[in-house]
């Protein structure tokens, strides 16, 4: 396992997010979810291959920014979606309590 290939995909994930960001931006929900099938892809590929001996002080620096972007777009990411998720919950549990209202009195 080389150090260049883990950083490769924290870069990766770093840009998928970023593009989640701008989904999540436009209220894309569907390219939302197939970005972030990709971004959960590459996550679980660098659970299996990372290694924790990257001495070099230049390469843990990069993790660290690459990190905190991917951390600063999930934040942001769920800022949005968070509103919209809410409004979604609200109409499920109005649609159930009118289902079960309408059947209560049928």
């Known amino acids: 396992m ?3 290939l883990v950083l490769d995909l924290y870069a990766k994930i770093s840009a998928v997010t ?3 960001l701008a989904a999540a931006q436009d209220q894309d929900w569907d390219l939302l979810c197939e970005l972030e099938e990709s971004c ?3 996550v679980e590929r660098l659970k299996t291959i990372e290694t924790h001996h990257l001495n070099e002080l230049e390469i843990a620096h990069k993790k660290v920014q690459y990190v905190k972007s991917i951390l600063e777009n999930d934040r942001q990411i769920r800022e949005i979606v968070s509103p919209w998720m809410r ?3 609200g109409m499920i ?3 159930s ?3 079960k209202l309408n ?3 049928q």
């Open 2 to 4: 080389t150090a260049k």
């Open 18 to 20: 970023s593009q989640m």
């Open 40 to 42: 959960t892809a590459y």
């Open 87 to 89: 409004k979604l919950n």
């Open 93 to 95: 549990n109005h649609s």
């Open 97 to 99: 309590t009118e289902r």
């Open 103 to 105: 059947k209560a009195y």
